[in-house]
T-cell receptor, first 114, second 110 residues
Framework: DGGITQSPKYLFRKEGQNVTLSCEQN?????MYWYRQDPGQGLRLIYY???????QKGDIAEGYSVSREKKESFPLTVTSAQKNPTAFYLC?????????????FGDGTRLSIL | GENVEQHPSTLSVQEGDSAVIKCTYS??????FPWYKQELGKRPQLIID?????GEKKDQRIAVTLNKTAKHFSLHITETQPEDSAVYFC?????????FGAGTRLTVKP
């Protein structure tokens, strides 16, 4: 969906460095999500946000942080506390978190360790 | 919480044959079941979904069936084509939470 933009497409992190992945949507969706995708493990939820200035931890939130200052934006920071950050990160959004609507995904960011 | 299991993890079929991917879920409160297709290096895209008040849904060569009693649902692709080759994910959703299966890599051999 062209309405969700993730950047950058590829990102490299050095030891001890924090990096931030961008996710912007112009679909006017209320809910936004961050997933981590590793081979053979499907999509694991890191954080999600249902409204501005509110977000909830998912299953694997340790070593990550997020903010939701604007409805359109949900950046994810991979901190130095995340010891195995190499993965494909997907951002998604949906109309409402509690209405059983499909999630629409961005193109993803592939993060690697230098 | 919800747990979604998906089988098989890999599936290889000849062009023109049918492919079936099965998922089971644990939370009886789940009432929405989307299926996503992810081509290599691209975003997952919704291909079909079903809600708990429906037992089957079809869209051209794709169909999904749901058995709420047994807590399983399946994706059926008929007359497969090489462009159907991708990773397919099932998901089960309650109003608060959506969980994904681990994915099935489908290869359609010409």
């Amino acid at each position: 969906d062209g309405g969700i933009t993730q950047s950058p497409k590829y990102l490299f992190r050095k030891e001890g460095q924090n990096v931030t992945l961008s996710c912007e949507q112009n679909l006017n969706h209320d809910a936004m999500y961050w997933y981590r995708q590793d081979p053979g493990q499907g999509l694991r939820l890191i954080y999600y946000s249902q409204i501005v200035n509110d977000f909830q931890k998912g299953d694997i939130a340790e070593g990550y942080s997020v903010s939701r200052e604007k409805k359109e934006s949900f950046p994810l920071t991979v901190t130095s506390a995340q010891k195995n950050p190499t993965a494909f990160y997907l951002c998604a959004s949906s109309i409402l978190a509690d209405s059983n609507q499909p999630q629409h995904f961005g193109d993803g960011t592939r993060l690697s360790i230098l | 919480g919800e747990n979604v299991e998906q089988h098989p993890s890999t599936l290889s079929v000849q062009e023109g044959d049918s492919a079936v991917i099965k998922c089971t879920y644990s939370d009886s409160a789940s009432n929405y079941f989307p299926w996503y297709k992810q081509e290599l290096g691209k975003r997952p895209q919704l291909i079909i979904d079903i809600r708990s008040n429906v037992g089957e849904k079809k869209d051209q060569r794709i169909a999904v069936t749901l058995n709420k009693t047994a807590k399983h649902f399946s994706l059926h692709i008929t007359e497969t084509q090489p462009e159907d080759s991708a990773v397919y994910f099932c998901a089960a959703s309650t109003p608060e939470d959506m969980r994904f299966g681990a994915g099935t890599r489908l290869t359609v051999k010409p």
